[in-house]
């Protein structure tokens, strides 16, 4: 086995794959944020949500490419489970364009589109121009590695040695499972692991049946990149990713008991005798005349393609039983709030009933209320024990604060082009009012998290009696947002007393600790660096009570 093979095999794999997330690049540059506003139109019911789910891994040449993507938009809040797994299942479909693409090995092509791609690229003077160049290179590398890999791992596969390995290795096909799987995970792309299976097949590496089941255990190596993808996600998104493999699980035992009968399906739908070694006429350079399979790559495609479209058509009607089992496969920790990051009371389709939209925006709002109460509870947290996992929870709740902000918004304002009464039409700026404080306070308290964390990053240290006083002052702070976030719906001219009081006397608290520190600044006693955290601190906590009371006097007015 000379090493000219494997070099020539390694350096096809390396074009091969580099074709592809040129490709890939190019296509997304094309589709611009277009992209992302149709996904969220387009996902209201498992049918529509599969078919863009397989336009979306078309145009990213990756169904795993495309599962990543969807497991951005669960973690966003942008779609929910159910949406999200009827787009997983149709991600598989779309994958199957690009290798039946593939799998015509329509080689002619590849010198020309590499051509006209780098005078795109390099020459084009408008932008569309250079995205179509990527798209053209891509497409040209694609076929023109996919030609070297062949023509590089024909020699390989005559080797004794790899013969043996080779027999060894496939004596059972759940080894060929996990081989597809693992050869997945490693390129990052199904798309661009078929290819390397197809090229392996028609060099005479891998049987048509090998081949087959390596194609197919690379949809569980897709869905454990989407596991991945999940690790730092909500919930949400960790239980879309166990479900999606879970159901990619489930499809390949299904292959795997009945592979006989999966195999005389392929076989019908795809032309020629898979096993049929002969020349290729569509090879573009003279040295890789050798024979080779030529029908298998058809196969292997169609392999791909009844197995996709299997799994959807079995699994999209039972999507439901899964989007309800998700807490029971991944329970979690009860939570005292719902944090998910989408609005759970709002309906559009009452848009037209204002008394019971508006009933349903104040429902959202006391949500919001308590999340943003937690957040600044949370953030307090930190003085006393700074805490790594605590972060990512109010970061996560900052992020649902802002969601939680524009979906509410957007629906006040759809809804005040309706015909609204007088008090209807006077209560949704209120709303609006006391949605954008509820934000700010969110705001505020992540400015106070990121000095926190300024100061540990530098190693600024604060004197006893720093932390001391900011230590009142929070418990001071907490006194306002717990009585804003109680009060919302019931706000008494108590309250609103007790309220501005409060807010009155953290403000000359505020000043009194500024005037101190000074002090401590001009003695040498306090660095300059630990002078201006302590200082945004003081000006955050001063802001989070001007927004406490903020809230609490329009709640008056509104209720």
């Known amino acids: 086995m000379p090493l000219s093979s494997?070099?020539?095999?390694?350096?096809?794999?390396?074009?091969?794959?580099?074709?592809?997330?040129?490709?890939?690049?190019?296509?997304?540059?094309?589709?611009?944020?277009?992209?992302?506003?149709?996904?969220?139109?387009?996902?209201?019911?498992?049918?529509?949500?599969?078919?863009?789910?397989?336009?979306?891994a078309s145009l990213l040449q990756s169904s795993s490419a495309a599962s990543i993507?969807?497991?951005?938009?669960?973690?966003?809040?942008?779609?929910?489970?159910?949406?999200?797994?009827?787009?997983?299942?149709?991600?598989?479909?779309?994958?199957?364009?690009?290798?039946?693409?593939?799998?015509?090995?329509?080689?002619?092509?590849?010198?020309?589109?590499?051509?006209?791609?780098?005078?795109?690229?390099?020459?084009?003077?408008?932008?569309?121009?250079?995205?179509?160049?990527?798209?053209?290179?891509?497409?040209?590398?694609?076929?023109?590695?996919?030609?070297?890999?062949?023509?590089?791992?024909?020699?390989i596969g005559q080797n004794a040695l790899v013969k043996g390995v080779h027999n060894q290795f496939f004596s059972w096909r759940i080894t060929a499972v996990m081989l597809g799987a693992l050869l997945t995970f490693l390129v990052q792309s199904s798309s661009a692991a078929t290819g390397i299976v197809i090229a392996l097949a028609s060099s005479g590496l891998l049987t048509n049946a090998e081949s087959i089941t390596i194609i197919i255990g690379g949809s569980i190596g897709a869905a454990s990149i989407t596991a991945i993808a999940s690790v730092n996600g909500t919930a949400a998104a960790k239980r879309t990713a166990l479900l999606y493999f879970v159901i990619n699980l489930l499809?390949?035992?299904?292959?795997?008991?009945?592979?006989?009968?999966?195999?005389?399906?392929?076989?019908?739908?795809?032309?020629?005798?898979?096993?049929?070694?002969?020349?290729?006429?569509?090879?573009?350079?003279?040295?890789?005349?050798?024979?080779?399979?030529?029908?298998?790559?058809?196969?292997?495609?169609?392999?791909?393609?009844?197995?996709?479209?299997?799994?959807?058509?079995?699994?999209?009607?039972?999507?439901?039983?899964f989007a309800r089992s998700a807490d029971r496969l991944l329970p979690g920790k009860k939570q005292l709030i719902d944090i998910e990051p989408r609005t759970k009371y709002i309906d559009n389709r009452v848009i037209n009933t204002p008394p019971i939209a508006l009933l349903q925006v104040r429902n959202e709002?006391?949500?919001?209320?308590?999340?943003?109460?937690?957040?600044?509870?949370?953030?307090?947290?930190?003085?006393?024990?700074?805490?790594?996992?605590?972060?990512?929870?109010?970061?996560?709740?900052?992020?649902?604060?802002?969601?939680?902000?524009?979906?509410?918004?957007?629906?006040?304002?759809?809804?005040?082009?309706?015909?609204?009464?007088?008090?209807?039409?006077?209560?949704?700026?209120?709303?609006?009012h006391i949605t954008n404080d509820l934000e700010h306070l969110g705001d505020q308290s992540e400015v106070i998290l990121d000095c926190l964390a300024r100061k540990k990053e530098n190693n600024i240290y604060f004197s006893n009696a720093a932390v001391s006083e900011l230590k009142s002052l929070a418990a001071k702070v907490s006194e306002i947002v717990n009585l804003a976030i109680g009060s919302m719906g019931n706000v008494s001219d108590e309250a609103l007393g007790i309220a501005r009081s409060l807010k009155d006397s953290i403000r000359?608290?505020?000043?009194?600790?500024?005037?101190?520190?000074?002090?401590?600044?001009?003695?040498?006693?306090?660095?300059?660096?630990?002078?201006?955290?302590?200082?945004?601190?003081?000006?955050?906590?001063?802001?989070?009570a001007e927004y406490s009371f903020n809230i609490v006097e329009t709640e008056k007015e509104l209720f």
């Open 6 to 56: 494997i070099w020539e095999a390694l350096g096809g794999v390396g074009l091969f794959i580099l074709g592809m997330k040129s490709m890939s690049e190019g296509l997304q540059k094309l589709a611009g944020d277009r992209l992302r506003r149709f996904l969220e139109k387009t996902t209201g019911n498992r049918f529509t949500a599969a078919l863009m789910g397989s336009c979306l």
């Open 69 to 155: 993507l969807v497991i951005g938009f669960v973690n966003a809040g942008l779609i929910s489970l159910y949406q999200a797994l009827a787009v997983l299942l149709g991600a598989g479909i779309g994958a199957t364009l690009v290798i039946q693409l593939i799998a015509f090995k329509i080689s002619f092509f590849a010198l020309p589109a590499i051509f006209f791609g780098v005078i795109f690229k390099f020459f084009g003077r408008k932008r569309r121009l250079v995205y179509i160049g990527d798209l053209f290179l891509g497409a040209g590398l694609v076929f023109l590695g996919l030609q070297i890999m062949e023509s590089g791992f024909v020699p």
């Open 508 to 544: 000359e608290m505020g000043d009194e600790m500024n005037n101190i520190h000074l002090k401590r600044l001009t003695t040498g006693t306090c660095s300059v660096g630990a002078g201006m955290i302590y200082g945004d601190i003081i000006n955050a906590f001063g802001k989070i």
């Open 365 to 432: 709002l006391k949500r919001m209320a308590e999340i943003a109460g937690t957040m600044f509870a949370d953030t307090v947290e930190q003085f006393n024990e700074y805490d790594a996992k605590r972060i990512a929870k109010i970061k996560r709740e900052e992020e649902v604060l802002d969601i939680l902000q524009r979906e509410i918004s957007s629906f006040l304002v759809l809804l005040s082009r309706r015909t609204l009464n007088t008090e209807n039409t006077l209560e949704i700026p209120v709303m609006l």
């Open 251 to 321: 499809a390949v035992a299904l292959v795997l008991i009945f592979f006989p009968l999966f195999l005389k399906s392929v076989n019908f739908f795809s032309p020629g005798d898979a096993e049929y070694i002969g020349p290729d006429i569509n090879h573009i350079i003279t040295n890789f005349t050798q024979s080779t399979r030529p029908y298998i790559a058809r196969h292997l495609a169609n392999a791909h393609t009844i197995f996709s479209v299997m799994g959807a058509l079995l699994f999209l009607p039972f999507i439901g039983f």
